[in-house]
């Protein structure tokens, strides 16, 4: 079960950062409650209202669902519909004694591309004022008419974990694209949302845990 937090905004989306090299080896979640506070939104994906963060009950993972986060282009999209993005700024608050780093994250919505036309997902994850920063891409292609899904799966040994004792926000990018291609955009319309109007659409993070020393 998750707890959700609303929020709103706009921008790009998911990122990374520098590692624990004094942390113990991987173990379970902490015991006690994780909150996520959401401090900054930003894109034209995630308008004021349309996003909510909720963490799983066991911390094993939290998710971010949308209900306003579709690129199309062709026939009733506006010239700026092409690129639709959102970028979160989440304060991530774990029990005294734990450290987190992103294991996997999936992403899942909707697309119907024409046949030409293209669409890409990316997301990218950072901790503040951390230099590494994780990115991949996913390209889609026409003709397309279903649910799409998308898994970034980040190896043991490449796990960024956040700093011990120091809190760092937690930078989640996301975007997606469409371009009608050798599509006639006069005649038709090719989009890729990334939003759930009922909750059953959403991204999900999932955690790993260390203990600090």
């Known amino acids: 079960m998750f707890r959700p937090v609303l929020i709103g905004g706009a921008a790009a989306v998911l990122v990374v950062a520098s590692a624990m090299p004094s942390a113990a080896a991987e173990t379970g979640p902490p015991p006690d409650k994780v909150v996520i506070d959401v401090v900054a939104v ?81 997301a990218s994850y950072y901790f503040q004022g951390m230099s590494h920063t994780t990115s991949v891409t996913h390209r889609f292609a026409g003709p397309v008419n279903d649910n799409w899904q998308t898994s970034d799966v980040t190896g043991v040994d490449s796990l960024v974990y956040a700093p011990c004792g120091t809190q760092r926000i937690l930078n989640v990018n996301t975007e997606l694209r469409v371009s009608a291609g050798t599509s006639d955009p006069t005649t038709t319309n090719s989009f890729m949302a990334m939003d759930s109007t009922d909750g059953s659409v959403n991204t999900l993070y999932h955690f790993a845990w260390k203990e600090c020393p």
Do not use: H
């Not at 306003?68 to 506006?78: D, E, F, P, R, T």
């Not at 992103?102 to 990316?122: H, N, P, Q, V, W």
């Open 42 to 122: 930003n894109g034209s994906g995630c308008p004021a209202g349309t996003a909510a963060v909720a963490v799983a009950a066991d911390n094993t993972a939290f998710t971010v669902t949308y209900s306003n986060y579709l690129a199309q282009v062709g026939v009733g999209s506006k010239p700026t519909d092409f690129r639709k993005n959102c970028q979160l700024g989440l304060n991530v608050r774990v029990p005294q004694g734990f450290t987190y780093a992103i294991a996997k994250a999936d992403y899942r919505g909707f697309a119907y591309l024409e046949s030409g036309a293209t669409g890409m997902e990316r």
